[in-house]
């Protein structure tokens, strides 16, 4: 059981490219998030997904688009990478929705650098 | 509007001495959850606690201790006798029952335990 598993661990990006983050569970958790981590300001959702086939915006969405293909997987995309993107990638995931008071379980982050 | 708010920066704290970690959090929903989490220097994040919004019992666990009151939106955080290894930067995080899987962050603390 690895819980929470991200690949990259660490990426540096030229302005302009594109990527795409990895973000899988094994805890056969219902929903997944995507948070960026920045210096003093905590972090901040960017998407997140209820289930397989859905995904909804969270506080800081633009530039980034996500897709859930299959319930174990939360996939995370840079078209067009900038150097404010430049920052720290947490994937989570928490239990089904029938409870309630879902912890969120981290991954280990992804250390992004955008030049 | 939902927020969490860590007035504490930083916090510098020589070993063996106890620590207070403030939280205070806004919201109107009536059913919500509070984290803690610890982010170590290596930079994963560590859940530590959660509780409910109709359980203001305070919680003990070894040298940490949580203080809830609602009366003032509060959600502190203690560590007894500090160790070196609980360096870290500590996070509250609020989640309302409106706001689905959604978890709000505060800015975080960075506590330093001096030998």
């Known amino acids: 059981n690895a819980g929470v598993t991200q690949t990259p661990k660490f990426r540096v990006l030229k302005t302009g490219q594109s990527m795409t983050l990895l973000c899988a569970q094994d805890?056969?958790?219902?929903?997944m998030y995507w948070y960026r981590q920045d210096p003093g300001m905590g972090l901040r959702l960017i998407h997140y997904?209820?289930?397989?086939?859905?995904?909804a915006k969270g506080e800081v969405p633009d530039g980034y688009n996500v897709s859930r293909l299959k319930k174990q997987n939360f996939l995370l995309g840079l078209e067009s990478a900038a150097p404010s993107q430049t920052s720290v990638y947490f994937c989570?995931?928490?239990?089904?929705?029938?409870?309630?008071?879902?912890?969120?379980?981290f991954g280990p982050g992804t250390r992004l650098t955008v030049l | 509007a939902q927020k969490v708010t860590q007035a504490q920066t930083e916090i510098s704290v020589v070993e063996k001495e106890d620590v207070t970690l403030d939280c205070v959090y806004e919201?109107?929903?009536?059913?919500?959850?509070l984290f803690w989490y610890k982010q170590p220097p290596s930079g994963e994040l560590v859940f530590l606690i959660r509780?409910?919004?109709?359980?203001?019992q305070n919680e003990i666990s070894g040298r940490y201790s949580w203080n809830f009151q609602k009366s003032t939106s509060s959600f502190n955080f203690t560590i007894t006798a500090s160790q070196v290894v609980d360096s870290a930067v500590y996070f509250c995080?609020?989640?309302?029952?409106?706001?689905?899987?959604?978890?709000?962050f505060g800015q975080g603390t960075t506590l330093q335990v001096k030998p």
């Open positions: 989570a995931s928490s239990p089904p929705r029938r409870l309630s008071t879902d912890t969120q379980y």
């Open positions: 805890m056969n958790h219902e929903y």
């Open positions: 997904s209820v289930g397989e086939g859905t995904t």
């Open positions: 919201t109107r929903d009536t059913t919500y959850y």
């Open positions: 509780r409910n919004s109709f359980d203001e």
């Open positions: 995080a609020l989640k309302a029952s409106s706001n689905t899987g959604k978890l709000i």
